[in-house]
Protein backbone atom coordinates (compact mmCIF):
# COMPACT_ATOMS: atom_id res chain seq x y z
CA UNK A 1 0.00 0.00 0.00
CA UNK A 2 1.18 3.36 0.13
CA UNK A 3 2.71 3.02 3.42
CA UNK A 4 4.80 0.56 1.95
CA UNK A 5 5.61 2.70 -0.57
CA UNK A 6 6.47 5.40 1.06
CA UNK A 7 9.04 3.63 3.28
CA UNK A 8 10.62 2.82 0.32
CA UNK A 9 10.90 5.81 -0.45
CA UNK A 10 12.33 7.58 2.32
CA UNK A 11 15.26 4.17 2.72
CA UNK A 12 16.47 5.45 -1.05
CA UNK A 13 19.18 8.13 -1.01
CA UNK A 14 18.36 11.30 -3.24
CA UNK A 15 19.48 11.27 -6.59
CA UNK A 16 20.85 13.82 -9.00
CA UNK A 17 18.40 13.30 -12.34
CA UNK A 18 18.27 14.81 -15.28
CA UNK A 19 15.07 14.88 -17.35
CA UNK A 20 15.90 15.82 -21.11
CA UNK A 21 12.59 16.38 -23.60
CA UNK A 22 11.72 19.24 -25.43
CA UNK A 23 8.21 19.12 -24.45
CA UNK A 24 7.66 21.50 -21.71
CA UNK A 25 4.88 19.79 -20.78
CA UNK A 26 6.52 16.27 -20.00
CA UNK A 27 9.58 18.30 -18.54
CA UNK A 28 7.24 19.58 -15.37
CA UNK A 29 5.28 16.52 -14.94
CA UNK A 30 8.67 14.48 -14.56
CA UNK A 31 10.20 17.37 -12.54
CA UNK A 32 7.07 17.68 -10.22
CA UNK A 33 7.19 13.81 -9.81
CA UNK A 34 10.77 13.02 -9.18
CA UNK A 35 10.66 15.93 -6.79
CA UNK A 36 8.40 14.93 -4.97
CA UNK A 37 10.07 11.14 -4.24
CA UNK A 38 13.19 13.36 -2.87
CA UNK A 39 14.99 13.94 -5.67
CA UNK A 40 17.73 16.78 -6.83
CA UNK A 41 16.36 17.27 -10.55
CA UNK A 42 17.95 19.05 -13.40
CA UNK A 43 16.22 19.29 -16.80
CA UNK A 44 17.34 20.58 -20.65
CA UNK A 45 15.21 20.65 -23.74
CA UNK A 46 17.14 18.85 -26.33
CA UNK A 47 20.00 15.74 -26.30
CA UNK A 48 22.99 18.37 -27.18
CA UNK A 49 21.98 20.54 -24.33
CA UNK A 50 21.52 17.20 -22.09
CA UNK A 51 25.07 16.23 -22.76
CA UNK A 52 26.92 19.32 -21.77
CA UNK A 53 24.90 18.89 -18.30
CA UNK A 54 25.30 15.27 -17.91
CA UNK A 55 29.50 15.77 -18.09
CA UNK A 56 29.27 19.25 -16.06
CA UNK A 57 27.26 17.32 -13.12
CA UNK A 58 27.49 13.67 -13.67
CA UNK A 59 24.05 12.90 -12.54
CA UNK A 60 23.05 8.97 -11.59
CA UNK A 61 19.41 8.56 -13.37
CA UNK A 62 18.73 10.56 -16.89
CA UNK A 63 15.45 10.19 -18.03
CA UNK A 64 15.27 11.37 -21.97
CA UNK A 65 12.96 11.60 -24.37
CA UNK A 66 14.07 9.66 -27.79
CA UNK A 67 12.60 12.19 -30.24
CA UNK A 68 14.38 15.51 -29.41
CA UNK A 69 15.99 18.27 -31.80
CA UNK A 70 19.94 18.58 -32.14
CA UNK A 71 21.04 14.92 -30.49
CA UNK A 72 17.96 12.27 -30.15
CA UNK A 73 18.17 10.30 -27.02
CA UNK A 74 19.77 7.28 -28.11
CA UNK A 75 22.62 9.32 -29.74
CA UNK A 76 22.72 11.02 -26.65
CA UNK A 77 23.10 8.08 -24.97
CA UNK A 78 25.97 6.90 -27.38
CA UNK A 79 27.43 9.90 -26.66
CA UNK A 80 27.69 9.41 -22.97
CA UNK A 81 28.66 5.89 -22.89
CA UNK A 82 31.61 6.72 -24.86
CA UNK A 83 32.99 8.50 -21.35
CA UNK A 84 33.77 6.67 -18.16
CA UNK A 85 32.05 9.66 -16.17
CA UNK A 86 28.79 8.53 -18.68
CA UNK A 87 29.25 4.80 -18.49
CA UNK A 88 27.86 3.79 -15.16
CA UNK A 89 24.89 6.41 -15.39
CA UNK A 90 21.71 4.90 -15.48
CA UNK A 91 19.71 6.33 -18.67
CA UNK A 92 15.59 5.79 -19.05
CA UNK A 93 14.14 6.29 -22.42
CA UNK A 94 10.71 7.51 -23.17
CA UNK A 95 9.78 7.20 -26.35
CA UNK A 96 6.86 6.34 -28.35
CA UNK A 97 8.10 3.65 -30.51
CA UNK A 98 7.12 0.43 -29.61
CA UNK A 99 8.65 -1.74 -32.47
CA UNK A 100 11.12 -4.80 -31.31
CA UNK A 101 13.88 -3.54 -34.00
CA UNK A 102 13.78 0.05 -32.57
CA UNK A 103 13.98 -0.91 -28.88
CA UNK A 104 16.85 -2.91 -29.66
CA UNK A 105 18.83 -0.39 -31.30
CA UNK A 106 18.07 1.84 -28.36
CA UNK A 107 19.20 -1.01 -25.48
CA UNK A 108 22.37 -1.72 -28.27
CA UNK A 109 23.25 2.48 -27.73
CA UNK A 110 23.46 1.33 -23.68
CA UNK A 111 19.66 2.43 -22.49
CA UNK A 112 19.07 0.84 -19.50
CA UNK A 113 14.78 1.04 -19.70
CA UNK A 114 12.84 2.58 -21.57
CA UNK A 115 9.06 3.95 -20.89
CA UNK A 116 6.27 4.06 -23.73
CA UNK A 117 4.23 7.13 -24.40
CA UNK A 118 1.62 8.30 -23.87
CA UNK A 119 2.88 7.11 -20.30
CA UNK A 120 0.16 6.60 -17.20
CA UNK A 121 1.57 9.03 -14.60
CA UNK A 122 1.09 6.37 -11.37
CA UNK A 123 2.97 3.50 -13.56
CA UNK A 124 5.89 6.04 -14.77
CA UNK A 125 5.74 7.08 -11.01
CA UNK A 126 6.42 3.53 -9.97
CA UNK A 127 8.69 2.60 -12.71
CA UNK A 128 11.01 5.43 -11.81
CA UNK A 129 10.84 4.10 -8.32
CA UNK A 130 12.03 1.37 -9.26
CA UNK A 131 14.78 2.97 -11.14
CA UNK A 132 16.30 5.04 -8.59
CA UNK A 133 16.33 1.06 -6.67
CA UNK A 134 18.64 -0.59 -9.10
CA UNK A 135 20.76 3.26 -9.24
CA UNK A 136 20.68 2.98 -5.54
CA UNK A 137 22.31 -0.99 -5.47
CA UNK A 138 24.88 0.10 -8.26
CA UNK A 139 25.87 3.00 -5.93
CA UNK A 140 26.40 0.44 -3.17
CA UNK A 141 27.92 -1.72 -5.10
CA UNK A 142 30.35 0.98 -5.99
CA UNK A 143 31.16 2.32 -2.41
CA UNK A 144 31.91 -1.62 -1.16
CA UNK A 145 34.28 -1.63 -4.24
CA UNK A 146 35.72 1.79 -3.18
CA UNK A 147 35.81 0.69 0.66
CA UNK A 148 37.21 -2.50 -0.21
CA UNK A 149 40.02 -0.37 -2.37
CA UNK A 150 40.25 1.51 0.88
CA UNK A 151 40.80 -1.65 2.87
CA UNK A 152 43.05 -3.38 0.78
CA UNK A 153 45.54 0.04 0.70
CA UNK A 154 45.17 0.09 4.36
CA UNK A 155 46.14 -3.53 4.95
CA UNK A 156 48.97 -2.55 2.47
CA UNK A 157 50.43 0.11 4.67
CA UNK A 158 49.83 -1.90 7.64
CA UNK A 159 52.34 -4.75 5.82
CA UNK A 160 54.69 -2.35 4.79
CA UNK A 161 54.56 -1.63 8.25
CA UNK A 162 55.19 -4.82 10.08
CA UNK A 163 57.59 -5.61 7.92
CA UNK A 164 59.26 -2.55 8.34
CA UNK A 165 59.03 -3.35 12.15
CA UNK A 166 60.24 -6.59 11.78
CA UNK A 167 63.38 -5.75 10.44
CA UNK A 168 64.12 -2.42 12.56
CA UNK A 169 65.07 -2.50 16.54
CA UNK A 170 62.86 -1.37 18.49
CA UNK A 171 65.50 0.27 21.08
CA UNK A 172 67.47 1.80 18.50
CA UNK A 173 65.16 2.24 15.20
CA UNK A 174 68.32 1.05 13.28
CA UNK A 175 68.09 -2.22 11.14
CA UNK A 176 68.24 -5.13 13.06
CA UNK A 177 70.85 -8.37 13.42
CA UNK A 178 69.00 -10.34 10.15
CA UNK A 179 68.49 -7.15 8.26
CA UNK A 180 71.67 -5.43 8.76
CA UNK A 181 73.39 -9.03 7.91
CA UNK A 182 71.13 -9.26 4.46
CA UNK A 183 71.94 -5.79 3.70
CA UNK A 184 76.01 -6.34 3.95
CA UNK A 185 75.24 -10.07 1.47
CA UNK A 186 73.62 -7.34 -0.46
CA UNK A 187 76.47 -4.66 -0.56
CA UNK A 188 79.02 -7.35 -1.15
CA UNK A 189 77.03 -8.15 -4.44
CA UNK A 190 76.80 -4.85 -5.58
CA UNK A 191 80.38 -4.00 -5.04
CA UNK A 192 80.95 -7.22 -6.87
CA UNK A 193 79.01 -6.03 -9.76
CA UNK A 194 80.30 -2.38 -9.12
CA UNK A 195 84.16 -3.64 -9.00
CA UNK A 196 84.27 -0.97 -6.07
CA UNK A 197 85.52 -1.82 -3.11
CA UNK A 198 83.31 -2.20 0.60
CA UNK A 199 84.30 -1.23 4.47
CA UNK A 200 82.76 -3.46 7.22
CA UNK A 201 82.55 -1.63 11.05
CA UNK A 202 82.06 -3.85 13.66
CA UNK A 203 81.45 -1.27 16.83
CA UNK A 204 81.13 -2.63 20.25
CA UNK A 205 80.21 -0.07 23.44
CA UNK A 206 83.02 -0.71 26.18
CA UNK A 207 81.90 -2.00 29.59
CA UNK A 208 78.29 -1.63 28.80
CA UNK A 209 77.61 -4.55 30.93
CA UNK A 210 79.55 -1.95 34.32
CA UNK A 211 76.83 0.79 33.32
CA UNK A 212 73.79 -1.73 33.56
CA UNK A 213 75.09 -2.96 36.84
CA UNK A 214 75.43 0.55 38.64
CA UNK A 215 72.56 2.29 37.02
CA UNK A 216 70.13 -0.30 35.83
CA UNK A 217 68.98 -1.49 32.67
CA UNK A 218 66.81 1.72 31.80
CA UNK A 219 70.15 3.92 32.02
CA UNK A 220 71.68 0.99 29.66
CA UNK A 221 69.08 0.81 26.51
CA UNK A 222 69.43 4.74 27.00
CA UNK A 223 73.17 4.80 26.57
CA UNK A 224 72.50 2.12 23.66
CA UNK A 225 69.44 4.20 21.84
CA UNK A 226 71.69 7.78 22.24
CA UNK A 227 74.85 5.89 20.86
CA UNK A 228 72.94 4.17 18.27
CA UNK A 229 71.82 7.71 17.01
CA UNK A 230 74.82 9.21 17.08
CA UNK A 231 76.94 6.58 15.17
CA UNK A 232 74.17 7.16 12.46
CA UNK A 233 74.88 11.06 12.62
CA UNK A 234 78.34 10.64 12.65
CA UNK A 235 78.71 8.34 9.83
CA UNK A 236 78.51 9.15 5.81
CA UNK A 237 75.33 9.53 4.62
CA UNK A 238 75.71 6.22 2.08
CA UNK A 239 76.52 4.19 4.79
CA UNK A 240 74.11 1.07 6.52
CA UNK A 241 74.34 1.78 10.27
CA UNK A 242 72.72 -1.27 11.69
CA UNK A 243 72.32 -2.59 15.18
CA UNK A 244 73.82 -6.37 15.78
CA UNK A 245 72.59 -6.99 19.79
CA UNK A 246 73.50 -5.79 22.56
CA UNK A 247 76.34 -3.23 22.54
CA UNK A 248 77.05 -3.72 19.14
CA UNK A 249 76.61 -1.89 15.58
CA UNK A 250 78.06 -2.54 12.45
CA UNK A 251 78.60 0.14 9.94
CA UNK A 252 78.77 -0.16 5.61
CA UNK A 253 80.71 1.50 4.00
CA UNK A 254 80.27 1.11 0.54
CA UNK A 255 83.07 2.79 -1.83
CA UNK A 256 85.56 3.42 1.35
CA UNK A 257 89.07 0.98 1.36
CA UNK A 258 90.61 0.15 3.96
CA UNK A 259 92.47 3.43 5.06
CA UNK A 260 89.39 5.45 4.74
CA UNK A 261 87.23 3.00 6.31
CA UNK A 262 89.59 3.13 9.55
CA UNK A 263 89.47 7.50 8.93
CA UNK A 264 85.87 6.90 9.48
CA UNK A 265 85.68 4.78 12.02
CA UNK A 266 88.40 7.11 14.46
CA UNK A 267 85.72 9.33 13.71
CA UNK A 268 82.95 7.77 15.07
CA UNK A 269 85.54 6.92 17.98
CA UNK A 270 86.39 10.10 19.04
CA UNK A 271 82.21 11.56 18.65
CA UNK A 272 81.86 8.70 21.40
CA UNK A 273 84.19 9.17 23.71
CA UNK A 274 83.95 13.33 23.70
CA UNK A 275 80.21 13.15 24.41
CA UNK A 276 78.35 13.43 27.09
CA UNK A 277 75.66 11.51 27.94
CA UNK A 278 72.84 12.79 30.28
CA UNK A 279 70.62 10.33 31.11
CA UNK A 280 69.22 10.71 34.79
CA UNK A 281 70.56 9.82 37.48
CA UNK A 282 73.96 9.94 35.70
CA UNK A 283 75.93 12.21 33.24
CA UNK A 284 78.35 9.91 31.50
CA UNK A 285 81.10 9.44 28.74
CA UNK A 286 81.11 6.23 26.94
CA UNK A 287 84.10 4.94 24.52
CA UNK A 288 83.52 2.10 21.60
CA UNK A 289 86.21 -0.72 20.53
CA UNK A 290 86.33 -0.20 16.70
CA UNK A 291 87.24 -3.03 14.07
CA UNK A 292 87.56 -2.25 10.29
CA UNK A 293 88.11 -5.14 7.57
CA UNK A 294 88.36 -4.48 3.78
CA UNK A 295 85.56 -6.81 1.78
CA UNK A 296 87.81 -8.90 -1.03
CA UNK A 297 86.06 -10.03 -3.80
CA UNK A 298 87.28 -12.97 -4.40
CA UNK A 299 85.74 -14.00 -0.90
CA UNK A 300 82.57 -15.92 -1.73
CA UNK A 301 80.35 -14.52 0.87
CA UNK A 302 79.77 -12.06 3.58
CA UNK A 303 80.92 -13.62 6.36
CA UNK A 304 84.42 -13.72 5.94
CA UNK A 305 84.03 -9.95 6.05
CA UNK A 306 81.58 -10.40 9.39
CA UNK A 307 84.48 -12.71 10.88
CA UNK A 308 87.79 -9.89 10.29
CA UNK A 309 85.71 -6.94 11.48
CA UNK A 310 84.54 -9.31 15.00
CA UNK A 311 88.43 -10.15 15.02
CA UNK A 312 89.95 -6.55 14.80
CA UNK A 313 87.19 -5.00 17.11
CA UNK A 314 88.28 -7.90 19.84
CA UNK A 315 91.88 -6.86 19.36
CA UNK A 316 90.55 -3.42 19.75
CA UNK A 317 88.84 -4.61 23.45
CA UNK A 318 91.69 -6.13 23.90
CA UNK A 319 94.94 -4.05 23.61
CA UNK A 320 93.01 -1.34 25.66
CA UNK A 321 89.77 -0.18 24.25
CA UNK A 322 88.28 2.94 22.89
CA UNK A 323 90.43 1.86 19.85
CA UNK A 324 90.56 1.19 15.83
CA UNK A 325 92.00 -1.70 14.96
CA UNK A 326 92.04 -2.37 11.10
CA UNK A 327 92.17 -6.15 9.99
CA UNK A 328 94.83 -7.37 7.37
CA UNK A 329 97.91 -5.96 9.57
CA UNK A 330 96.61 -2.58 9.80
CA UNK A 331 97.73 -0.17 12.47
CA UNK A 332 95.76 0.10 15.55
CA UNK A 333 94.41 3.79 16.40
CA UNK A 334 94.01 4.80 19.67
CA UNK A 335 92.74 7.58 21.44
CA UNK A 336 95.90 9.22 22.74
CA UNK A 337 97.05 10.89 19.89
Not at 8 to 19: G, K
Not at 151 to 177: I, K
Not at 198 to 206: C, E, F, R, S
Amino acid sequence: GATGSGDSRNRMEALDVLVADDDRAVRTILEQMLRQQGHRVMSAADGKAALAMAVDHNPQLIISDWMMPEMSGVEFCQALRKSSQGAGIYFVLITGMKHEEELVEAFEAGVDDYVTKPFNPKFLSARLRASTRLVDLRREVQRGSEALQKFAAELALVNRRLQQAALTDALTALPNRQHIIERAAKECESARRARRTLVAQTIDLDRLGEVNEKFGYRVGDEVLRQTGAGIRQWARAEDVVGHLGGGKFLVLCPGANIAMGALLADRIRQSVANRVLRIDPAAMQMTVSIGVAEWEAADESVDALMLQSEAAMRRAKETGRNRVQVASGGRSRNAVS
